[in-house]
């Protein structure tokens, strides 16, 4: 049986309704709002390895109608941007980042 990772494991229902497991690496704070950054879980070590490590940056927001907590994707890029550089300084100690470079500017 393969070690589970270190840290929190959650799971996150996709638009279909299937579930996928991720590690929580870390939460921050910014521009007065809370921010995870979680990595994919991946049950065979060879999916990790063709894996693209894609680190997921989603925002903690409230539900309107239940009070609760939820997770919600960035939809404005510079809003992405700015708490990418935030989740940069503090996971660069343990990761490296690796800079996608952009099909129509190489």
Known sequence: MPEE???KLISL???EG???EFEHLATVEYAGASYVALTPVYERPEDLLEGDAELVILKIIEDE???E???????DDSEFEAVSQEFEKILGEDYDFI???DPGNP
């Open 5 to 7: 990772p270190e840290g």
């Open 13 to 15: 229902l996709d638009e």
């Open 18 to 20: 299937n579930a996928h």
């Open 65 to 67: 109608e239940s009070g």
């Open 69 to 75: 907590e939820m997770l919600a994707a960035l939809e």
């Open 99 to 101: 800079e996608e470079e």
